[in-house]
């Protein structure tokens, strides 16, 4: 509590890094980047397949970027190393495993509250993603199956009867990969794949039509139970099917308790922010997946990240 930073980050993602990265290069030196997880990117590593490609046009949006991070097309491994050099040269101080509870705006800093203390810093930048708390469904899910239930592979064998539910491009993915060792249904409650990109429009075409993956379109679950030590779920129409397990890809949704904790306003589930993107607390600003409808967009990211700290530039002089 004795030091005060010059700027926080909280999030070591691609908006998160980028602030840090744009910041030092115009003449910053005093900033810390706070992660909850082991290592930067923890999205990256957590949610994509291992080899998936990562799109800077992600979903099609053409952007051009315009700080000095020059980020290109790649995989999941090109994309985390491509992160690990911009790190590499130790001048920016990253401290992982540190969970922020709630940012404070005193009279003359931002407090960041942590586990067993706090940080202070002029300015500070929420840069978490919706990843990080993946959406659940609606209905409830019985304890006795919640083994049964995960948000990514992590835990899928091979022999197994899998349920992916989403249709977007996590899903279309999970789906591609479990089908080569399963027995894998994919359910989506729309009519088509239209959401994903056209790789994955490509992939999930061929696997249904050659019977690797079985379609569920326009269907919806609307309730699970246990049966046998299974997951029974039954659908909207009324009828039901058991699978071993069921695995969800249905996005992420904006951490709005931590936001509202920290005194920051929401309209449409997102933070409200001005064109600097300063939220309604003075010095404190978001940036990367949590500003944005689905998230996903490494470049809008980067972009965030260098309007951010050109900006907070001028408050400084």
């Known amino acids: 509590m004795g030091h005060t930073y010059q700027l926080a980050i909280i999030g070591a993602g691609p908006a998160g890094i980028a602030t840090a990265v744009e910041s030092y290069v115009l003449g910053m030196r005093d900033i810390i980047l706070l992660e909850k997880d082991e290592n930067h990117n923890a999205t990256i590593r957590k949610f994509y397949k291992e080899s998936k490609r990562v799109d800077k046009d992600w979903k099609g949006q053409k952007v051009e970027l315009d700080g000095t991070i020059y980020f290109m097309d790649g995989t999941k491994e090109s994309t985390l190393d491509f992160f690990d050099q911009l790190l590499d040269n130790d001048v920016l101080e990253l401290r992982t495993h540190?969970?922020?509870?709630?940012?404070?705006?005193?009279?003359?800093?931002?407090?960041?509250?942590?586990?067993?203390?706090?940080?202070?810093?002029?300015?500070?930048?929420v840069t978490i993603g919706r990843m990080g708390k993946p959406n659940k469904p609606d209905y409830k899910i019985p304890p006795s199956i919640k083994n049964q239930i995960h948000f990514t592979l992590d835990a899928c064998g091979a022999g197994e009867k899998i349920m992916v539910v989403g249709g977007g491009d996590s899903a279309i993915e999970y789906a591609v990969e479990l089908c080569g060792r399963n027995d894998v249904t994919i359910c989506y409650r729309r009519g088509t794949f239209r959401r994903a990109n056209p790789t994955n429009q490509?992939?999930?075409?061929?696997?249904?039509?050659?019977?690797?993956?079985?379609a569920l379109l326009n269907t919806e679950i609307v309730e699970l139970e246990s049966e046998s030590g299974k997951v029974k779920t039954i659908f909207s129409d009324g009828s039901s099917e058991i699978f071993d397990r069921i695995v969800y890809a249905i996005g992420g949704t904006t951490p709005s308790g931590f936001l509202q904790s920290s005194g920051i306003r929401e309209e449409d589930g997102k933070p409200v922010h001005d064109e600097n993107y300063q939220t309604n607390v003075p010095g404190l600003f978001v940036a990367g997946d949590i500003t944005q409808e689905s998230g996903g967009s490494i470049a809008l990211g980067l972009n965030h990240g260098f309007a951010i700290a050109n900006y907070v530039k001028t408050l400084s002089e």
């Open 202 to 214: 490509a992939d999930i075409e061929r696997v249904v039509n050659n019977g690797s993956v079985r």
């Open 98 to 125: 540190t969970e922020v509870q709630k940012i404070v705006k005193q009279e003359d800093a931002l407090e960041v509250f942590i586990a067993g203390g706090s940080i202070r810093a002029r300015y500070v930048v």
